[in-house]
C-alpha cells in the first residue's frame, strides 16, 4: 500500500521560499504521476504541479513560475519550492500520487499524504 | 482554465435519506476518442486528506461503499449517496483532469438534519 508523507517548516516568512518534501512508501516514484495540491483555509483546492518520467514536471500557470518540483529517486521523494511567498501562500500542502495522467496534467488523484499547515507570517 | 461549479454548497439530509451533489464544468470534460469523462469525486473530513471516491465520473474506487454512485456526462455532474450514514458527514468536491490546469469545484458541505 503507498503512503506518501509531507515534512517541512511549518512556518515561513514573507519573500522566503516555502520548501516542502514529500517521501513515498511502498512503491517507486519513477513511475507514476506525483503532484502538489494546495488547500488554503476556508478555500478550494489548488493544483500546484506534477512530476512524472521521474523528472518531467508540469506546472499550474497560475503560481507564476515561483513553483519548482524536483526529485530524488535514491531517497523517493520528490520536492516543491515556492519562492516569494505571500500570506496568500498560507495552505495545508499535500503531495498525491496519479496512476494516469498526459503531458499537460495529471488525471485523477488516488493517494494523498495527510498534508503539511504552512503558514506565511513575519 | 475550466471552472468547476459545485451546488449546493450545503445540504443537510435525514440519515437513511438521498443526497445529491451537482457539478458543472465551464466546458465539456468528455474525451470523444475514449468516450471517458475525466472528472473524479472525493470526499474531505476535517484533518484528513481528500478521499477518491469516484473517477471517470461513475467508476467507484475500489472499496467505496456502493451508496456512492456518480453520474453525469459532458459538463453536467451528479454524486449521489443513496443512503446517508453519519460517517458520510464532509465536503465533496468533484475535480476536472481533462484540460491543464486540473481544477476542483468549490465544495459540498453534507450534514446530518
Known amino acids: 500500500q503507498v503512503q506518501l508523507q509531507e515534512s517541512g517548516p511549518g512556518l515561513v516568512k514573507p519573500s522566503e521560499t516555502l520548501s516542502l518534501t514529500c517521501t513515498v512508501s511502498?512503491?517507486?516514484?519513477?513511475?507514476?504521476?506525483w503532484s502538489w495540491i494546495r488547500q488554503p483555509p476556508g478555500k478550494g483546492l489548488e493544483w500546484i504541479g506534477s512530476?512524472?518520467?521521474?523528472?518531467?514536471?508540469i506546472y499550474n500557470p497560475s503560481l507564476k513560475s515561483r513553483a519548482t518540483i524536483s526529485v530524488d529517486t535514491s531517497k523517493n521523494q520528490f520536492s516543491l519550492k515556492l519562492t516569494s511567498v505571500t500570506a496568500a501562500d498560507t495552505a495545508v500542502y499535500y503531495c498525491?500520487?496519479?496512476?494516469?495522467?498526459?503531458?499537460?496534467?495529471?488525471?485523477?488523484?488516488?493517494?494523498w499524504g495527510q498534508g503539511t499547515l504552512v503558514t506565511v507570517s513575519s | 482554465d475550466i471552472v468547476m461549479t459545485q451546488s449546493p454548497d450545503s445540504l443537510a439530509v435525514s440519515l437513511g435519506e438521498r443526497a445529491t451533489i451537482n457539478c458543472k464544468s465551464s466546458?465539456?470534460?468528455?474525451?470523444?476518442?475514449?468516450?471517458?469523462?475525466?472528472l473524479a469525486w472525493y470526499q474531505k473530513k476535517p484533518g484528513q486528506p481528500p478521499k477518491l471516491l469516484i473517477y471517470?465520473?461513475?467508476t467507484r474506487e475500489s472499496g467505496v461503499p456502493d451508496r456512492f454512485s456518480g453520474s453525469g456526462s459532458g459538463t453536467d455532474f451528479t454524486l449521489t449517496i443513496s443512503s446517508l450514514q453519519a460517517e458520510d458527514v464532509a465536503v465533496y468536491y468533484c475535480?476536472?483532469?481533462?484540460?491543464?490546469?486540473?481544477?476542483f469545484g468549490g465544495g459540498t458541505k453534507v450534514e446530518i438534519k
Open positions: 471517470w465520473a461513475s
Open positions: 466546458q465539456s470534460v468528455l474525451y470523444s476518442s475514449n468516450n471517458k469523462n475525466y
Open positions: 512530476l512524472y518520467n521521474s523528472g518531467s514536471t
Open positions: 475535480h476536472q483532469h481533462y484540460s491543464s490546469p486540473v481544477t
Open positions: 498525491a500520487r496519479s496512476v494516469y495522467g498526459s503531458r499537460t496534467n495529471p488525471y485523477y488523484f488516488d493517494h
Open positions: 511502498g512503491g517507486s516514484i519513477t513511475t507514476y504521476y
